[in-house]
């Protein structure tokens, strides 16, 4: 059986183009080292309608951060097939369809906000590549203008978080891969950063594929919620997040968003 | 009249004494910069008079221990001898330090490309380095003769080694994150190299360098003790052979002098590159 992930959203512009921006089907991927062969992603099948953002919620070992990967292709799957965005997940990366924000944000300390945002159009060509947007615009999207010119260490966790989401978008990605972006970050900065992510998403019509571990987080953010299980890593259940249009933070005090967070509890608690 | 109110400060008056603080703050920080300078002068100032005191009071023989004030005339009187042999040993750590330094850069970034250069060579740079500058150095001597060279080979082989560890350890000081960014942004080698791996190295290499400095000279003034005629480590055995302490101690000022700025050199150098690196600005 294929679980599909039915993403209803108001069309943003330009209108999405046809087919899924993901398509796995059986997706395995295992692990083989000197003692064991371990199966990191079990028969894997799913995919995300361009412009939809899905969130992945699972224990940790549910191998969501190496789901990521492969549509990333930073891991080759076993077995399986790979669809981003209409080709191979190497031919997406290529063409720089895909941005990726990591969990620590990855900055490189010797470049300032405004160098690290370029990185992307310095190297594999990237400045020839379609869609290079203006870096001081994007710090301004990310609410870091005034900051071109900070060094990572003068910035605080959240702030080197926003930079790093203004990196991933500097080629204009359609599809965008974050991997607990906001993790490590305390609660209150995790909150306004989901809101603005929304906003971003909003604004850049991208198809984003978030991990986190918060249920909240995945329910605040996703249009559907994919709830992994560990060992082996395999998906349990879609979830479509039943909240209607522009998402507020005062919407997380819901009876509808309250009942779905105790589902996705209940579910994880059997994961 | 309203309830009785805690009197809120104009906004003029928040300046002033937002002013005054800062002012008060900055004659503070002035105040630990002269403390900082000055005690481990005043405590250097005390030794000396302490030394000199020793001296007189005990009457000690002047090539036992000179006082301070016969090495300053020493170093007043003979200042061109010591100039004119400072020269050679300069020329031989700095070169020492340039090639030594420049072929460990070279070395660690072959190693961090090719496995296997590493895993044959680095045993026996291992095993190099626990030899004693003092043992290998006449062997030097006799292969590369008297002259520069073989003073520019010792100093240059004791710069080698931690350059050649430190600097692998930076090139490969990445994180995996790091290098995934850079596999998504299809980088080539030499983009990941230049862009991420040299840049992260540079902390390790610094402080290789800092290290160098110092030893460049060791280096280049053990190199002299062998039958050299001129340079810093020639004098110090002369004026040991002579008993001539205060020339001993001053020739030993004169090498520590250029030692220290030497390092503080490269200090500033770091200080210039490393603007970014957060141990350095704190």
Redesign the interface.
């Known amino acids: 059986m294929v679980p599909q992930v039915s993403l209803d959203r108001a069309p943003p512009t330009p209108p999405p183009q046809p087919g899924p921006a993901i398509q796995l089907r059986n997706v395995t991927v295992r692990f083989t080292s000197e003692r064991a062969a371990t199966t990191a992603l079990d028969r894997i099948s799913f995919s995300v309608q361009r412009g939809g953002f899905l969130t992945l919620l699972g224990p940790s070992g549910c191998g969501k951060s190496t789901l990521l ?1 492969v549509v ?3 891991v080759a799957a076993t077995w399986g097939e790979i669809e981003v965005l209409g080709t191979s997940a190497a031919a997406a ?2 063409r ?1 369809d ?1 941005g ?1 924000v ?3 944000a ?1 900055l ?4 300032t906000s405004l160098e690290n945002v370029e ?2 159009l ?5 400045a020839k590549r379609r869609g290079a947007r203006d870096a001081r615009e994007l710090l301004a999207l990310v609410g870091l203008a005034g900051w071109e010119n900070a ?3 003068e910035l605080s966790g959240g702030m080197r978080q926003r930079v790093a989401i203004a990196r991933a978008l500097v080629n204009d990605p359609k599809l965008l891969l974050m991997d607990e972006p906001f993790g490590a970050l305390d609660e209150i900065t995790r909150d306004r950063l989901n809101e603005e992510l929304l906003r971003i998403w909003e604004n850049t019509g991208a198809t984003i594929l978030f991990v986190t571990h918060s249920i909240y987080e995945a329910a605040f953010l996703g249009q559907s919620v994919m709830l992994m299980a560990a060992r082996p890593g395999r998906v349990r259940e879609i979830v479509a997040v039943p909240l209607p249009g522009r998402r507020t933070l005062a919407m997380r005090e819901t009876p509808q968003f309250v009942e779905l967070a105790a589902h996705l509890r209940r579910v994880l608690e059997t994961c | 009249m309203s309830a009785p109110s805690l009197t809120r400060p104009t906004a003029g008056e928040y300046a002033s004494s937002e002013e005054s603080a800062r002012a008060e703050f900055a004659a503070a920080a002035r105040a630990a910069a002269w403390r900082r300078r000055l005690l481990p002068l005043g405590a250097a100032l005390l030794l000396l008079g302490l030394w000199q005191l020793g001296v007189v009071v005990f009457h000690i023989r002047p090539f036992i221990a000179p006082a301070p004030t016969a090495v300053a005339a020493t170093l007043y009187d003979k200042f061109g001898l010591l100039l004119a042999n400072l020269a050679p040993t300069a020329i031989e750590a700095l070169a020492g330090f340039v090639i030594g330094n420049g072929v460990a850069i070279i070395a660690a970034t072959v190693f961090v490309h090719q496995r296997a250069a590493e895993e044959a060579f680095f045993p026996m740079a291992v095993m190099f380095h626990t030899v004693p500058v003092v043992a290998y150095a006449p062997i030097l001597v006799l292969m590369l003769g008297n002259g520069l060279e073989a003073k520019v080979a010792i100093a240059a082989l004791v710069c080698f080694f931690p350059t050649l560890v430190n600097m692998t350890r930076g090139l490969r000081a990445v994180s995996p994150q790091q290098m995934e960014l850079m596999r998504i942004l299809s980088a080539t080698r030499s983009e990941v190299f230049f862009k991420l791996r040299l840049m992260s190295s540079l902390p390790f290499l610094f402080a290789a360098l800092k290290i160098a400095a110092a030893t460049s000279v060791i280096g280049a003034i053990v190199g002299e003790w062998i039958g050299a005629t001129t340079g810093i480590g020639a004098l110090i055995i002369q004026a040991t052979y002579n008993f001539d302490s205060p020339l001993l101690y001053a020739t030993i000022v004169v090498g520590s002098v250029f030692s220290a700025t030497f390092f503080a050199a490269i200090s500033q150098l770091e200080r210039f590159f490393l603007k970014w690196n957060v141990s350095q600005a704190a």
């Open positions: 990967r990333a292709d930073l990366r290529a720089r895909i990726f990591f969990q620590d990855s490189l300390a010797w470049r990185l992307p310095e190297v594999g060509g990237g060094y990572p260490h």
